[in-house]
């Protein structure tokens, strides 16, 4: 993975290019590199399984996306195998906090896979929330972070209603 260009690079392209500039390069390259116009040149060979491979992972929208954000470790399937034995891939690390954080994927938060929790599935502790933006990282090899939360709780004297004890709440309406 370490000896792999950049996709952008290997279509002559800029990142963040649209799908028509990428359609467009992988064409030009792909007829100058392809096999038949190059009989028995390895070098062209390669050349044109890089620029397919490429093409493959920019002219799909959720590998380019993948792509994008963590380069060739977002979109290789053994990405993580090394340093995360028993994993099978990018999105199972996201995966693996599920639990954690009330299912539907990393953090329950959607968007990575996982079983999504019904709405109507009342969660203790899931009407308290606090966002937090963390790094890649630290996301995918742990850290600890300190957070304040407010949480409101009902009055034990007038169970939330604001009304002095003895007394009610009681709206009247005069002609």
């Not at 954690?100 to 079983?115: E, V, W």
């Not at 709405?119 to 630290?138: L, N, P, V, W, Y």
Request: hydrophobic share 30%.
């Amino acid at each position: 993975m370490a000896d792999k260009r950049d996709y952008y690079e290997v279509l002559g392209l800029q990142k963040g290019a649209s799908d028509d500039e990428i359609k467009k390069a992988f064409r030009k390259l792909a007829m100058k590199y392809h096999p038949d116009k190059n009989p028995g040149d390895k070098e062209a060979e390669e050349k044109f399984k890089e620029i397919n491979e490429a093409y493959a992972v920019l002219s799909d929208p959720e590998q380019k996306s993948k792509y994008d954000r963590f380069g060739h470790a977002g979109v290789d399937p053994n990405a993580f195998s090394g340093g995360f034995e028993g994993f099978g891939g990018f999105e199972d690390i996201f995966n693996m906090f599920g639990g954690a954080f009330g299912g539907g994927g990393f953090g329950g938060f959607g968007g990575f896979g996982g079983q999504q929790r019904s709405r109507s599935a009342a969660r203790k502790g899931s009407d308290i929330q606090k966002t937090m933006t963390i790094s890649f990282e630290d996301a995918a090899f742990g850290t600890t972070k300190k957070i304040k939360l407010t949480k409101y709780v009902k009055c034990k004297t007038c169970g939330g209603t604001g009304a002095s004890p003895g007394t009610s709440n009681e709206r009247f309406t005069v002609s």
